[in-house]
T-cell receptor, first 117, second 113 residues
Framework: AAGVIQSPRHLIKEKRETATLKCYPIPRHDTVYWYQQGPGQDPQFLISFYEKMQSDKGSIPDRFSAQQFSDYHSELNMSSLELGDSALYFC????????????????FGEGSRLTVL | AQSVTQLGSHVSVSEGALVLLRCNYSSSVPPYLFWYVQYPNQGLQLLLKYTSAATLVKGINGFEAEFKKSETSFHLTKPSAHMSDAAEYFCAVSDPNNNDMRFGAGTRLTVKP
C-alpha cells in the first residue's frame, strides 16, 4: 500500500539559508500535517491542511510557511534558518471524513532530517 | 484542547518481563487515543488506537491498551518484553471532530537481556 512520501530525506543547510520540504500524502487522504521533532523531543505540531486550506496552526515560527497544492501534496518552506531548526520534520496524512472510512489515525512519513550548520 | 502526559521518560525492563507504559489524557470531548512507536531514525508507526469502540484495544507486536474514562488513562502493556521492543513510545490524543493530534513527551523503553 502507498505510504506518505517525504523528500528530501536529509538536508544540510547553512544558517540564514532557506529550505523546502515536500510531502506527498497517501492517495485520497484529504488532510496533511507537519510536525517537528527535535533531538530527544516529542513531535511538535506545526500546521495542518484540510482540502488545501489551512486547518490548524501550532508552534510554527513566522519564518516558516506551508501550503497544500491542488494535487494534495504539501510543502514546508523554512527561511532564515537557525541552528535550532535542526530537527526531524514529519509529514502525516489522514482521511478526515466521517463514516466507515474514518479511522482517526495519522499516517506518518519517514521524515526529513534537516541539519543547520 | 487535548493533551497527554506520559509518566516516566525512561522505562527499563528485563526480557520476558511485563511492559507497562503510562499515559493520562486531558480532553474536553470524548477523545481518540493512540500509541505510536518510533525506532531510531525512523517515522512513527501506529501500535494501536482507541476510537470509542471496545475499551480494551489490541495492537501489533503483542501490545494492548485499556481506555479507562474514570482514570483518564490509556496505559500500554505487553505481557512479555522482547529485545526488539526497545524503542521510543508516544501516546497521542485527538479530537474526533478535527483530527488534530497531540503527542506526549514519549517514553524510551529499554529491554535488558
Amino acid at each position: 500500500a502507498a505510504g506518505v512520501i517525504q523528500s528530501p530525506r536529509h538536508l544540510i543547510k547553512e544558517k540564514r539559508e532557506t529550505a523546502t520540504l515536500k510531502c506527498y500524502p497517501i492517495p485520497r487522504h484529504d488532510t496533511v500535517y507537519w510536525y517537528q521533532q527535535g533531538p530527544g523531543q516529542d513531535p511538535q505540531f506545526l500546521i495542518s491542511f484540510y482540502e488545501k486550506m489551512q486547518s490548524d496552526k501550532g508552534s510554527i515560527p513566522d519564518r516558516f510557511s506551508a501550503q497544500q497544492f491542488s494535487d494534495y501534496h504539501s510543502e514546508l518552506n523554512m527561511s532564515s534558518l537557525e541552528l535550532g531548526d535542526s530537527a526531524l520534520y514529519f509529514c502525516a496524512s489522514s482521511l478526515r471524513t466521517s463514516g466507515s472510512l474514518y479511522t482517526g489515525e495519522l499516517f506518518f512519513g519517514e521524515g526529513s532530517r534537516l541539519t543547520v550548520l | 484542547a487535548q493533551s497527554v502526559t506520559q509518566l516516566g521518560s525512561h522505562v527499563s525492563v528485563s526480557e520476558g518481563a511485563l511492559v507497562l507504559l503510562r499515559c493520562n489524557y486531558s480532553s474536553s470531548v470524548p477523545p481518540y487515543l493512540f500509541w505510536y512507536v518510533q525506532y531510531p531514525n525512523q517515522g512513527l508507526q501506529l501500535l494501536l488506537k482507541y476510537t470509542s469502540a471496545a475499551t480494551l484495544v489490541k495492537g501489533i507486536n503483542g501490545f494492548e491498551a485499556e481506555f479507562k474514562k474514570s482514570e483518564t488513562s490509556f496505559h500500554l502493556t505487553k505481557p512479555s518484553a522482547h529485545m526488539s521492543d526497545a524503542a521510543e513510545y508516544f501516546c497521542a490524543v485527538s479530537d474526533p471532530n478535527n483530527n488534530d493530534m497531540r503527542f506526549g513527551a514519549g517514553t524510551r523503553l529499554t529491554v535488558k537481556p
